[in-house]
């Protein structure tokens, strides 16, 4: 199962463009890429999932490097309300790499957005 | 369409008590998997019920057990209950076992 380090925590002002890395250097070849954002005392709510290059949605964008090594949660023009924990998971398409659909959290990084 | 529902939002219990955790799936997912997450800490996965039956588990203990009916909502219940047990509980659906999942709201639980 890939393991994924993201920053602990990070901070941004309403407006901003905010860019969170995920490194995964064991990515397997059959591995998605999919991250949850989690407000406190709340369940994780998907984002957005991806395999290779960019994909785009209504909330957000992934960039991913042709290596899959590494990749970018980019979210633009945050509010006060995207004050939450970021969660990135690497795996099947569920992220979760097994047989039965594990998800493995990491710590996430608490993304702070100031007035 | 509607999506992962879990109840009771809150719940008290004591030590030594039993509980059970209620989760509806989202509308045609086969799939529930259960997590725990301790305040500070990202979930923990549990188990997961594909099609009524347990379709993988994590490193929780035999007190910790659970059940899909044929709607595929589920139930997890805790035997024996400690205080290490508090938690906020985490259902989540999917399509299928190794699908996207989606969870719902949760259930906090405090063992006093």
């Known amino acids: 199962l890939a393991k994924t380090t993201q920053p602990i925590s990070m901070d941004s002002y309403e407006g901003q463009e905010v860019n969170i890395t995920c490194s995964h250097n064991n990515i397997a070849t059959n591995d998605y890429i999919t991250w949850y954002q989690q407000f406190p005392s709340q369940g994780p709510r998907f984002i957005i999932q991806g395999y290779k290059t960019k994909v785009t949605n209504e909330v957000a964008s992934l960039f991913i490097p042709a290596d899959r090594k590494s990749s970018t949660l980019s979210l633009p023009r945050v509010s006060l309300s995207d004050t939450a924990v970021y969660y990135c998971l690497v795996g099947d398409k569920g992220a979760g790499g097994t047989s039965y659909g594990k998800l493995t959290f990491g710590q996430g990084t608490i993304l702070t957005v100031h007035p | 369409e509607t999506g992962v529902t879990q109840s009771p939002t809150h719940l008290i219990k004591t030590r030594g008590q039993q509980v059970t955790l209620r989760c509806s799936s989202q509308?045609?997912?086969?799939?529930v998997s259960w997590y725990q997450q301790a305040l500070g800490q990202g979930p923990q996965f549990i188990f997961q019920y594909y099609r009524e039956e347990e379709n993988g588990r994590g490193n929780f203990p035999p007190r910790f057990s659970g059940l899909q009916f044929p709607n595929y909502s589920s139930e997890l219940n805790v035997n024996a209950l400690e205080l290490d047990d508090s938690a906020l509980y985490l259902c989540?659906?999917?399509?299928?076992?190794?699908?996207?999942?989606?969870f719902g709201p949760g259930t906090r639980l405090t063992v006093l």
């Open positions: 989540a659906s999917s399509l299928s076992g190794r699908d996207t999942q989606y």
């Open positions: 509308s045609g997912h086969n799939t």
